[in-house]
């Protein structure tokens, strides 16, 4: 009998600037992307179980991790898939801003992943924000468990992660990335601080980084809609 595969299938979504930015250095986040970017986000969301950020997107940023409009639900369950997916916060601290939006929008079940450096005080909080919450880790986010564990507990087989930056560093650190999708936009933010499409601690050698296959490339008034997938060592 063949098994069920250990982890769901990972996928990335970002709109970046030329230079690789996601947002400024204040990290106040503008949409750059444009009404066709937005398209492909409610798009790629109707492929998903679930959508998963971190915690300072959900408090910086107005974001429901929904499904959007009527009709991408209309298409999620003409795919076999529920009308609304999971939506997942990462936050290795606990630090979720009670009253981001996200929280104030019921429609589907939310899950909190944290670490055991969350304190006991906050964890109560926590619990009364989140439909779960789950401990995966003891300083750092072991997001191969977590992953595990999401599969196996919530049935998760497509995953779509929406950033940010250190998230999805962590998930490119620990092998977990299978497919990327970036919105190429013709901007330049600069800015040493400024967040990326992968921040965190990063590869000390050429011979570390992550192997890419493009996939597809297409031009549009919003920039190039890029598709890679992650290339596995034999």
Not at 110 to 118: H, K, P, Y
Not at 128 to 142: F, N, P, Q, R, S
Not at 196 to 223: C, F, H, I, P
Request: glycine share 10%; with cysteine.
């Amino acid at each position: 009998m063949k098994k069920n595969p250990p982890r769901p299938f990972v996928f990335l979504n970002a709109a970046m600037t030329a230079d690789g930015k996601l947002a400024p250095a204040s990290r106040n986040f503008e949409a750059f992307g444009g009404p066709r970017d937005w398209q492909h986000l409610h798009e790629l969301r109707a492929t998903a179980d679930a959508v998963m950020c971190g915690a300072r997107t959900v408090d910086l940023d107005a974001v429901t991790l929904g499904p959007g409009p009527a009709k991408y639900r209309r298409l999620r369950l003409r795919r076999g898939l529920a009308e609304f997916n999971l939506r997942i916060i990462v936050s290795g601290s606990g630090t979720i801003n009670p009253g981001a939006k996200i929280f104030q929008h019921r429609f589907s079940p939310i899950i909190i992943l944290t670490t055991q450096r969350v304190t006991r005080s906050r964890l109560a909080r926590l619990a009364l924000l989140a439909d779960e919450v789950k401990i995966c880790g003891k300083t750092e986010l072991d997001f191969a468990g977590a992953l595990r564990w999401l599969r196996e507990k919530w049935n998760v087989r497509r995953l779509l992660c929406e950033g940010g930056g250190e998230v999805n560093g962590a998930l490119f650190q620990a092998g977990l990335v299978d497919e990327i999708h970036t919105t190429l936009c013709p901007l330049l933010l600069g800015g040493r601080h400024a967040p990326t499409l992968a921040d965190g601690e990063g590869v000390a050698k050429l011979k570390n980084a992550t192997q890419l296959r493009l996939v597809s490339a297409r031009k549009t008034d919003a920039g190039m809609f890029l598709v890679h997938e992650v290339r596995r060592a034999p």
